[in-house]
Antibody, heavy 121, light 106 residues
Framework: QVQLKESGPGLVQPSQTLSLTCTVS????????VSWIRQPPGKGLEWMGV???????DYNSATKSRLSISRDTSKSQVFLKMNSLQTEDTAMYFC???????????????WGQGVMVTVSS | DTVLTQSPALAVSPGERVTISCRAS??????MHWYQQKPGQQPKLLIY???NLESGVPARFSGSGSGTDFTLTIDPVEADDTATYFC?????????FGAGTKLELK
């Protein structure tokens, strides 16, 4: 049974760095790719980036300069670090497994429950 | 970035057929996927590759389209389908989502 679970601080001060962890079970990170996606309160979804099964990463240019995604395969954990946080970074942060179909279309088939992060002093 | 445009909201009666549209600002081939999100929950995959039903999802849900115009159809609608529905494209970088269509039942 595939499960993903996000964890991290609920409150971060402006200009500080956000660190989140996604702990996965039921799958191996060496053969699965995981993305981070966020959703501001009452708004839509924004894809942030991905760590591929081979360890490579890709980022949305909107946050690329502030964002880093890494992993520890031995602990089945994926990490998100984003610096210089502002109030507009307040959002629910989800991690999700990427699946790829036979036409190389990527979609998110397993999601964590999300962790709410508020940026405020 | 590829912008996905969805109608903000729809209201239908149980038992009716509803179509939710998603228009892309440029072609995404069949790289369009649909999710259902209920309040306080994570999104749930319904349709991938424009028309493929995710395992475990009721056959009342179906998807169609290619290029720039896509639809998610629910037939018949049930009370439990009250939710926000998002489209997502994976053909162009970066992956993008529509703003969502909130489906309410009369």
């Amino acid at each position: 049974q595939v499960q993903l679970k996000e964890s991290g601080p609920g409150l971060v001060q402006p200009s500080q760095t956000l660190s989140l962890t996604c702990t996965v079970s039921g799958l191996s990170l060496t053969s699965n790719s995981v993305s981070w996606i966020r959703q501001p309160p009452g708004k839509g979804l924004e894809w942030m980036g991905v760590i591929w099964s081979d360890g490579g990463t890709d980022y949305n240019s909107a946050t690329k300069s502030r964002l880093s995604i890494s992993r520890d395969t031995s602990k089945s954990q994926v990490f998100l670090k984003m610096n210089s946080l502002q109030t507009e970074d307040t959002a629910m942060y989800f991690c999700a497994r990427i699946e790829r179909d036979g036409y190389y279309h990527d979609y998110f088939d397993y999601w964590g429950q999300g962790v709410m992060v508020t940026v405020s002093s | 970035d590829t912008v996905l445009t969805q109608s903000p909201a729809l209201a239908v009666s149980p038992g009716e057929r509803v179509t939710i549209s998603c228009r892309a600002s440029e072609s995404v081939s069949t790289g369009m996927h649909w999710y259902q999100q209920k309040p306080g929950q994570q999104p749930k995959l319904l349709i991938y590759g424009a028309s493929n039903l995710e395992s475990g999802v009721p056959a009342r849900f179906s998807g169609s389209g290619s290029g720039t115009d896509f639809t998610l159809t629910i037939d018949p609608v049930e009370a439990d389908d009250t939710a926000t529905y998002f489209c997502q494209q994976s053909w162009n970088d970066p992956y993008t989502f529509g703003a969502g269509t909130k489906l309410e039942l009369k």
